[in-house]
């Protein structure tokens, strides 16, 4: 069992920046895809950025340039640092750890945080 615990989330104005970490339990990023979704009220998930076991990263259309995902190893933590915010990326903002094949041979499944609130109004 894996756990993951996000923080970094909160009230920032237009335009500000905010950075969410997501701590996983044990280091898994050689077997998993991290991902960060996001859900904002009446809206379905969606996946916002992803960075693969190999370190190359992809991104929404709508956060392109604006966002980054990273990660440190030695810290087994994910982030996302988020810039130029604007209002319609208030949301929850979940951490998710989605196993690729190998994780998938051992009957590894994936695993998600309990989400952080990401505000942005002025």
């Known amino acids: 069992q894996v756990q993951l615990v996000e923080s970094g989330g909160g009230l920032v104005q237009p335009e500000g920046s905010l950075r969410l970490s997501c701590v996983a339990s044990?280091?898994?990023?050689?077997?998993?895809?991290m991902n960060w979704y996001r859900q904002a009220p009446g809206n379905q998930r969606e996946l916002v950025a992803a960075?693969?076991?190999?370190?190359?990263?992809a991104y929404a259309d709508s956060v392109k340039s604006r966002f980054t995902i990273s990660r440190d190893n030695t810290k087994n933590t994910v982030y996302l640092q988020m810039n130029s915010l604007s209002p319609e990326d208030t949301a929850v903002y979940y951490c998710?750890?989605?196993?690729?094949?190998?994780?998938?041979?051992?009957?590894?499944?994936?695993?998600w945080g309990q989400g952080t609130q990401v505000t942005v109004s002025s």
């Open positions: 960075i693969f076991s190999d370190g190359t990263a």
């Open positions: 998710n750890a989605d196993p690729n094949q190998v994780a998938r041979d051992y009957g590894l499944g994936p695993y």
């Open positions: 044990r280091n898994i990023f050689a077997i998993y895809t």
